[in-house]
Nanobody, 125 residues
Framework: QVQLVESGGGLVQAGGSLRLSCAAS????????MGWFRQAPGKEREFVAA???????IYGDSVKGRFTISRDNAKHTVYLQMSSLKPEDTAVYYC???????????????????WGQGTQVTVSS
């Protein structure tokens, strides 16, 4: 049974930083690509970032230059470092896993196999 557990969300002032973590109970974690999505009230789920099992990373346009995705395969954990946060970054952030050895689009949430329960990030102005 695969589980993804996010942590690190909270309330932060605009301009501040947060680091989200996602611990995955996937035996072959290194063969999975990992993604972060977010969903604000009344809006569709939005792609934030993904890290391929090959090591490459891509980002949504709204977070480029401010957010960084990384992973620690030994700890089966993926991180999302968020800096220069804006009120419009307020959302529930979800971790997702895709794989193994996936080689297609990373931005479509329908392609992901497993999801975490989400963690709330609130940025105050």
């Amino acid at each position: 049974q695969v589980q993804l557990v996010e942590s690190g969300g909270g309330l932060v002032q605009a301009g501040g930083s947060l680091r989200l973590s996602c611990a995955a109970s996937i035996g072959t974690f290194s063969s999975y690509s990992m993604g972060w999505f977010r969903q604000a009230p009344g809006k569709e789920r939005e792609f934030v970032a993904a890290n391929s099992w090959t090591g490459g990373s891509i980002y949504g346009d709204s977070v480029k230059g401010r957010f960084t995705i990384s992973r620690d395969n030994a700890k089966h954990t993926v991180y999302l470092q968020m800096s220069s946060l804006k009120p419009e970054d307020t959302a529930v952030y979800y971790c997702a896993a895709l794989g193994p050895y996936y080689g297609g689009s990373y931005t479509n949430p329908a392609m992901y196999d497993y999801w975490g329960q989400g963690t709330q990030v609130t940025v105050s102005s």
